[in-house]
């Protein structure tokens, strides 16, 4: 009796725990969140020179990453074998209701709504995020953190505001060489490969390609650049334990940001084009 008694008791004392975990887990994160922000703000007056040095080490990347074209070229990979899938996947499908002369209007709706801000932010949580993760776990392990406060020089400001403003800075590049690689990689895959005219191509690409789209679109990839390094920095700035505790702490950054990649997609298409009936043209 006593067993059976005690086993209810046990898990409602679990549950209690975890509930109380996670609203302390959220309420330490929303005032990280505050905090952060104010820091940007310091940390654009203060330390300039540090951000722009995180921007450079950000875009091209340091070390064996820097052969490659850092984060940039990696970013700029990914959406031209997206891009290029697009294309494959499209023609395909358009072809069997004979209508394959519309995978330029395919390009230019997909890429731009979907797949280039997804994949963006993807490669984005990958690469800048864990690396930013990992890099302030480190310190916070190895005390390095405590002895910026030491020093008197806030550690806010000069790890979490720095690399907030240089994540968004550095995502205007990757994000722009993301979109010209998606639409040349569809370009090339549907004309010189799938052998479709390129003014049919052209004509249907730049008909239904809206500025205003690749506006807001630019405006997602700003807004989740910001969610992705809020997340990551919160993480590696808490984390604690030794190398393994950072690597779990990485890990878990990096699947919350990319379920905010996905909302951010989401909300946005719901808010943009979810209500819409109708296709725009270009002009």
Known sequence: MTIMTTRPVRRVRRAVRAL?????????MSRFVVDAVIAAVRAARHYGSEMLRLVAD?????GALALIGGTVMIT???TLFAGATVAVQGYSTLGNIGVDAMTGFLSAYVNIRVVVPVTAGIGLAATLG?????ELGAMRISEEIDALEVMAV????????????????TILPIYAVAL???????RVVTVNVLGQSPGVYEHYFSTFLIPSDVLWSFLQAIVMAILVML???YYGYYASG???DVGVATGRSVRLSLIAVVTVTLIIALVLYGSARELRLAG
């Open 58 to 62: 950000m875009s091209l990347g340091s």
């Open 242 to 244: 030794g190398p393994e």
């Open 130 to 134: 864990a690396s930013t993760t990992a």
């Open 20 to 28: 109380d975990d996670a609203v302390v887990g959220i309420g330490r």
């Open 231 to 233: 997340v990551c920095t």
């Open 180 to 186: 010209i690689f998606s639409f040349l990689s569809s």
């Open 76 to 78: 700029g990979f990914l």
């Open 154 to 169: 806030r550690a806010m400001p000069y790890l979490v505001g720095t690399r907030l403003l240089a994540g968004m800075i």
